[in-house]
């Protein structure tokens, strides 16, 4: 089992490149069995469920290189439509196969996904687009089958703003035949990413980062190269540890419009946030102030997948903050952990209260889900003494070398096997 283990109090300084985002990839990977021929996608970081999405479409005919950040793909031999039942299970967006595999092969057998312990992680949305679209489901065993000879382009309303039921429907639709309208879709950069890198295919794709999304379907795609947008999660991680652990760094490889409702709470805050092209310079030299309240919400609101990271900065602000979390039932396993260094956060229906202290002290902690796992470690980053986070296998899933990035920043952290 390998661990972090951080000697805290020291502030980050220094420069970081922010590498590609991982919930552009993941979508962009499974989008090329649309089409056969190579493919290069460039900026594509080291990460375990990168890994997991290669393994998978190699178990489904694809030839897959990964090096340097660039992924080399070759789809022609692309034949298999069950998804490896032990590879579902490893990753919740092994479901993104569902819509390219039922639109190239006419057939798609999946089971249902595994992925983070945050929530119930329902999947009927994916399903009623693709039955929308024309897909005959059969459920036996565990396992589900989609069939469909030809996918009918139709209208879909989703329900929820979900950011994986727009992308599978997208990536289904672009060879039905017709045009297909998605309303209330999800807004996220990565699903503008995805139109962009499918329309380079030569998909029809407008509206991508509004609430209707419209898909002209066409005959066939071709084989691109391509590069994804940075990752806009991992960049609001230094941002929200700067201001936890009072510092001052230079991100580049970012794209300040992903992140405009973080940088605004952060100022707030306190914190200093200046932007100059794709370099973010992030500096705070005092106590964070408190917010008396910020609710998550779907892009362009302030994302769940940087609320643990900015419970921790708000344990250590000036006053009492409340967070709601709105978008996943079960995002807040890192309160109990954040305790056991001392912070004072009391959980009431689905909003943490956060009465902020002068310190935080270092303690062994265990990550439970991909974003509590850097939440702890920046909370190890700004506590007084040694912290030691477990199970950062979490943490892998979305960070490259995290220990890497922030010794880079001047913290004092290493990756040890016990
Ligand atoms: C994507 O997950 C991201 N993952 C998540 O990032 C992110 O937290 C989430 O979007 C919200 O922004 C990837 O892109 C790989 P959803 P996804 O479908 O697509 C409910 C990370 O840390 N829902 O928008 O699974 C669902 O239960 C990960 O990088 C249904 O009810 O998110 C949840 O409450 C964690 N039925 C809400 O919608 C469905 O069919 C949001 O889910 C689908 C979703």
Do not use: W
Not at 54 to 73: F, K, M, W, Y
Not at 242 to 263: F, M
């Amino acid at each position: 089992m390998e661990t972090f283990t951080i000697e805290g109090g020291r502030p980050l300084s220094g420069s970081l490149r922010i590498h590609g985002a991982k919930n552009a990839a993941l979508p962009i990977l499974a989008a090329s069995v649309l089409a056969d021929g190579q493919f290069h996608i460039y900026d594509v970081p080291h990460l375990k469920d990168i890994d997991v999405m290669l393994q998978i479409l190699t178990n489904l005919g694809a030839t897959v290189s990964h090096v340097d950040g660039c992924v080399s793909l070759e789809t022609t031999s692309v034949s298999v439509s069950q998804v490896p039942e032990d590879l579902m299970g490893q990753m919740r967006s092994s479901i993104f196969l569902m819509g390219p595999l039922l639109a190239r092969l006419g057939e798609v057998t999946i089971t249902l996904p595994g992925g983070c312990a945050i929530g119930e992680r329902r999947i009927d949305l994916h399903l009623a687009g693709l039955t929308a679209l024309g897909a005959k489901i059969e459920e036996a065993e565990g396992y589900i089958t989609f069939r469909a000879k030809k996918l009918r382009g139709t209208n879909i309303f989703l329900s929820f703003p979900s950011v994986g039921a727009t992308e599978n429907i997208m990536m289904a639709a672009v060879l039905a035949k017709g045009t297909t309208r998605i309303c209330n879709a999800a807004h996220e950069p990565e699903i503008v990413d995805l139109q962009n890198f499918l329309n380079a295919m030569g998909a029809k794709i407008r509206g991508a980062g509004t609430d209707t999304i419209e898909i002209d379907g066409v005959e066939r795609l071709r084989s691109v190269s391509y590069r994804v947008i940075p990752d806009r999660i991992v960049a609001g991680t230094h941002l929200l540890a700067v201001g936890t652990t009072q510092g001052h760094i230079q991100l580049s490889n970012t794209i300040p419009e992903h992140l405009t409702a973080v940088i605004q709470i952060a100022k707030s805050c306190g914190v200093e946030i200046k932007n100059r092209h794709d370099i973010m310079e992030i500096k705070s030299t005092m106590r964070p102030r408190a917010i008396d309240r910020i609710i998550t919400s779907p892009f362009p609101g302030f994302p769940t997948d940087l609320q643990a990271q900015l419970m921790v900065f708000l344990s250590l602000a000036r006053g009492t903050s409340v967070v709601k979390e709105t978008v996943f039932d079960g995002r807040f396993k890192h309160v109990n952990e954040l305790a056991r260094m001392g912070a004072t956060i009391h959980v009431d229906m689905g909003s943490a209260i956060i009465r902020g202290i002068g310190k935080l002290t270092g303690a062994c902690v265990e990550a439970t889900d991909l974003r509590a796992g850097a939440a702890l470690v920046i909370a190890g980053l700004a506590a007084e003494g040694k912290t030691q986070v477990e199970q950062i296998h979490h943490i892998d899933r979305g960070y490259e070398r995290l220990e890497s990035q922030l010794t880079q920043l001047g913290a004092e952290m290493a990756r040890l096997s016990i």
